[in-house]
């Protein structure tokens, strides 16, 4: 497989395993596609992460020590930051009770070992079709807002919008989770990427540009700012 660098604002993938091997081998394959990715080694750390990053993707292990996959799942849907991630339980278990027990405690998919590289990686694809459509060419509609991510245009309502690069990824993870609150430090991982060093308040800087922009026509301004904590956007 040839090796991806990460783009800047492509999708984020955690990887919960407590095998050191294995998580080596899905990050290096993961990260060969093109996907970001962090790992944790135990439940404890995973919630940490998931709490700060806002994973696209957590592929969760069922036999981690001291607190099992399953209870883990459960804590994150339990956790409102943690409901536009995908979880794909992996586990050696493949009896069907296992499988229903998973997905009953919010696991969105469930894929048994031994499993192939390929495979695990359609997974992820296809559950980032619904947690990031953008990724997968999707339009996005929030009021009068429409984000064609493939054709790379924007409308609101008749009119035009013409935004730079970093604007459209930035208004593109604003419309994925509408009305979901990102942090300026989110936003700085999601559009410009962890291994890119931008000050925060870089993201307020072009946060102002959306929003002129989107404004032109007189428009009420789509974009809330909740002091304190960050941006989002809302249908009003």
Not at 112 to 141: D, H, I
Request: glycine letters at 8%.
């Amino acid at each position: 497989m040839s090796r991806l660098e990460p783009q800047a604002g492509a999708a984020l993938v955690l990887v919960v395993d407590d095998e050191p091997a294995q998580r080596a081998l899905l990050s290096y394959n993961l990260e060969a596609a093109g996907f970001r990715v962090l790992t944790a080694q135990d439940g404890e750390e995973a919630l940490l992460v998931i709490a700060e990053e806002a994973p696209d993707v957590i592929l969760l292990d069922w036999m981690l020590p001291r607190v099992s996959g399953i209870e883990v799942c459960r804590q994150i849907r339990a956790r409102p930051e943690a409901q536009g991630s995908a979880v794909i339980m992996v586990s050696a278990r493949s009896e069907e009770g296992d499988l229903v027990r998973g997905l009953e405690t919010g696991a969105d998919d469930y894929i048994t070992k031994p499993y192939s590289v390929s495979e695990l990686l359609a997974r992820v694809r296809a559950n980032l079709r619904r947690v990031r459509p953008s990724q997968s060419g999707a339009v996005l509609e929030v009021g009068d807002l429409r984000l064609d991510a493939q054709a790379h245009r924007v409308h609101r309502g008749a009119r035009d919008v013409h935004l730079g690069p970093t604007e459209f990824r930035l208004l593109a993870a604003l419309m994925e989770r509408s009305g979901k609150v990102w942090s300026r430090e989110a936003l700085l991982d999601r559009v410009w990427g962890r291994d890119i060093y931008v000050d925060s308040r870089t993201v307020d800087v072009h946060i102002g540009r959306l929003r002129k922009t989107l404004c032109a026509g007189g428009e009420q301004d789509p974009i809330r700012t909740i002091r304190g904590a960050g941006y989002a956007i809302e249908d009003r």
